[in-house]
């Protein structure tokens, strides 16, 4: 099983900054299937980003992601007070799809 | 517009079963592989299972094979979640998901979850 470890587990960022989270993963990923979601209270998680770092219908082009092999980021160039939410990366190139534990953006 | 609505959640006992249902519109349903992921109070996402578009290819995590099973009714266009052996680890909101195309393991839609409390 892939395990995916992401960093920091909260930030504390105001709102116009630029921010970058990480997910690494205890193995490479295949074919970079590594997925980034948003949730904030109360709703589901929404997808921001697919294969790495192609954005999902609809998101915003502030939401950006690179990476491959074992590391990868997520960064949002400018802050918007909406953005603050949890952040989940899940990679689903190996059975079990696993997600990483998530990071808390909050308001500073 | 896709819709994806579970149901089923509740109170149930250790060592009960549940049977959850994820009814789908505004899509061609057979088309898509589905998923369940589950969510602990205060915790993170953990995925669950998936099945293939026509059925007949499931996957799940160790932490409950053996003990939930995932299906498909095409013709109704509905998911389903088969749990049993429930234990209070269980206890989470359940999700149902949309692969975001086709075959894919990013989760393009998902459902508004249904709870599960597994207790005494």
């Known amino acids: 099983e892939i395990v995916l470890t992401q960093s920091p587990g909260t930030l504390s960022l105001s709102p116009g900054e630029r921010v970058t989270l990480s997910c690494r993963a205890s193995?490479?990923?295949?074919?970079?299937?590594l997925a980034w979601y948003q949730q904030k209270p109360g709703q589901a998680p929404r997808l921001l980003i697919y294969g790495a770092s192609s954005g999902a219908t609809g998101i915003p082009d502030r939401f950006s992601g690179s990476g491959s092999g074992t590391d990868f980021t997520l960064t949002i160039s400018r802050l918007e007070p909406e953005d603050f939410a949890v952040y989940y990366c899940?990679?689903?190139?190996?059975?079990?799809?696993?997600f990483g534990q998530g990071t808390k953006l909050e308001i500073k | 517009e896709v819709q994806l609505v579970e149901s089923g959640g509740g109170l149930v006992q250790p060592g009960g079963s549940l049977r959850l249902s994820c009814a789908a519109s505004?899509?061609?349903?057979?088309?898509?592989?589905m998923h369940w992921v589950r969510q602990a109070p205060g915790k993170g996402l953990v995925w669950v299972s998936y099945?293939?578009?026509?059925?007949?290819?499931?996957m799940s995590a160790d932490s409950v094979k053996g003990r939930f099973t995932v299906s498909r009714d095409n013709a109704k266009n509905t998911l389903y979640l088969q749990m049993h052996s429930l234990r209070a680890e269980d206890t989470a909101v359940y999700y149902c998901?949309?692969?975001?195309?086709?075959?894919?393991?990013?989760?393009?839609?998902w459902g508004q979850g249904t709870l599960v409390t597994v207790s005494s």
């Open positions: 099945i293939t578009s026509d059925g007949t290819g499931t």
């Open positions: 899940q990679q689903y190139g190996s059975s079990p799809y696993t």
């Open positions: 998901a949309r692969s975001r195309i086709g075959g894919s393991g990013s989760l393009g839609h």
């Open positions: 505004g899509f061609t349903f057979s088309s898509f592989w």
């Open positions: 193995q490479s990923v295949k074919s970079s299937y």
